[in-house]
């Protein structure tokens, strides 16, 4: 007799597992469904979880050489055992991934080990040491992403030369030389912890700007910052080619624009040209479920045109983060049991890990001024906040984007450090249509970062308080 649900999901990343967890909450019999050998997914095995453990671990050793003189530490050149900081990363996973088997078991959802593929409306077949049927009212398609390659190149990964985000967060060595192809968070966050531990790290980038899709004033003043840290960039640039030479990588790339090719040598070469949606394998084009652009295409309450089975995630439409993943994974979840759920698309922050961070919300002047719309901006600089110059952390700014005439915010986007915990407050502004007068007259604590948040609405609305 098969096993009997009310919901089956497979793939247990953030969408995943909050996913199983809301339904289990909502007194739903639930069902994960998950091929690794550990839950988790991407994000927490070997994507954000593990590179905030070296992005954190590198910062501190960066700023052991590099920044406590000035605070008046002093102390012996730092010496790193990398070896050591990987263990710290490594001890970091398990214990999230624990965590997320303990609250499987807590919530009394049923975990299937194996590859899980549909062979029917409300039948999932699970291929693992057996294979098994997994029978539920409801299938939801949480299976993230993989690993993209360069279109038009032929990438042969060799998990020490050529590698891609998910080798570069265990190299065995720091290497001399890096090329990153691929300006964008992956390869910024992982192209920085190398280059902070001592490669010289060089970014190849097909765009004029890096962080595609950010604001453009933001990307900037990040790159200089970059640069100033010591990272090359080779804007314009599209790679022709990536391959082996002996122990050296090789990446060919020419003008976008046309002009004559260049070669640069590595010792690694890591490839971070984004992600790709993960369906193969899951039975989706047998059973007749609509694909748009590679990706799940899904109504408004994330079901596909298959009754009974729903999407989301990275399979998706939308950006490719783990909290707008979690989000869906709620409104799923809550939908299957009748109620409403809902994601407010406009209001997803998006933050790259960097020292400093950069951190966004909403629209960019980019967009507001394609869209037409007539707006106001205000910016307020770190170097002017107290806090942030008793911290040596005065690199970057807080900017606001609101409508000129009913002074509703839009967006707001933060380079600074912990610009990723403050983007939240302006998040929260948004999700009540909240104005920059709103925030710029609420108070806030003396001396703090979050300060300069507050000085930027003021610019937007009236005019700074302290500069």
Known sequence: MADQFDVAIIGSGPGGYVCAIKCAQLGLKTA??????????????????????????????????????????????????????????????????????????????TVFKGTGKIVSAGKVEVTGETTQTVDAKNIVLATGSEVAGIPGVDVKFDGEIIVSSDHAIALKKVPAKMVVVGGGVIGLELGSVWSRLGADVTVVEYLGAILGGMDGGVAKQFQRTLKKQGMTFKMNSKVTSVSKKGKKGLVTFEPVAGGEAQTLEADVVLVATGRLPYTQGLGLEELGVEMERGKVKTDAQWRTNIEGIYALGDVIDGPMLAHKAEDEGVAVAETIAGQHGHVNYSVIPSVVYTMPEVASVGATEEQLKADGVDYVSGQFPFSANGRARAMNATEGFVKFLADAKTDRVLGAHIVGFGAGDMIHEVAVLMEFAGSSEDLGRTCHAHPTLSEAVREAALATFSKPLHI
């Open 32 to 109: 994960i469904i998950e091929k690794s050998s550990t839950l988790g997914g991407t994000c927490l095995n070997i994507g954000c979880i593990p590179s905030k453990a070296l992005l954190h671990a590198s910062e501190m050793f960066h700023e052991a050489g590099h920044g406590f003189d000035k605070l008046g530490i002093e102390t012996s050149a730092p010496k790193l055992n990398l070896e050591k900081m990987m263990a710290h990363k490594d001890a970091t996973v398990k214990a999230n991934v624990d965590g997320v088997a303990f609250l499987m078991k807590k919530n009394d959802v």
